[in-house]
């Protein structure tokens, strides 16, 4: 009883001792009270039963992989057409063939492009037979010809 003091603990939390004076219950009527403890857990609530929260339902479905590599920067090009500086208008489409290729076309030129990972996290279409690359930065794009150093078409808007 004194150890229970010290430790603040309840009369009532201790199944041996009894409920008034503290003297000690018997063992057989204790361990009864155990038994139908364990044996009937409180009743679910209405409308709980067999249903897992929200969160808990979410968690059980498998969720997609990340995409990471040349998948990512796919995922990230803008396809459609951009006007660009000087009255130029540029196409990015897929290419026909390959769900891996893009076409970049304008009056002049056609090029078919591949997709390069970028530390920057830039989107990059390149093309290095021809030295061509384009590139994406948030709402901006360019077309470039590395062989010759210069710009093809400058300051690209996606058309709305």
Same mark, same amino acid.
């Given at each position: 009883m004194a150890a229970c003091a010290?430790?603040?603990?309840?009369?009532?939390?201790?199944?041996?001792?009894g409920k008034g004076n503290g003297a000690a219950m018997p063992v057989a009527q204790a361990a009864g009270q155990q038994d139908r403890a364990i044996a009937d857990p409180p009743a679910?609530?209405?409308?709980?039963?067999?249903?897992?929260?929200?969160?808990?339902?979410?968690?059980?479905?498998?969720?997609?992989?990340?995409?990471?590599?040349?998948?990512?920067?796919?995922? *990230?090009?803008?396809?459609?057409?951009f006007l660009c500086a000087g009255a130029v208008t540029i196409n990015v489409s897929d290419?026909?063939?390959?769900?891996?290729?893009?076409?970049?076309?304008?009056?002049?030129?056609?090029?078919?492009?591949?997709p390069v990972v970028t530390a920057s996290g830039a989107v990059r279409l390149e093309n290095e037979?021809?030295?061509?690359?384009?590139?994406?930065?948030?709402? *901006?794009?360019?077309l470039m010809n590395q062989k010759k150093g210069q710009r093809m078409a400058a300051e690209c808007l996606a058309k709305t």
């Open positions: 010290l430790a603040g603990c309840d009369k009532g939390t201790l199944p041996f001792l679910p609530a209405p409308g709980q039963f067999g249903k897992a929260p929200a969160a808990q339902q979410a968690a059980q479905q498998p969720q997609p992989a990340p995409l990471t590599g040349i998948d990512y920067v796919i995922s *990230r090009v803008k396809r459609g057409d290419a026909a063939d390959n769900p891996r290729e893009f076409v970049i076309k304008s009056k002049g030129f056609e090029f078919r492009m591949v037979a021809k030295g061509v690359i384009w590139l994406q930065v948030a709402n *901006r794009a360019m």
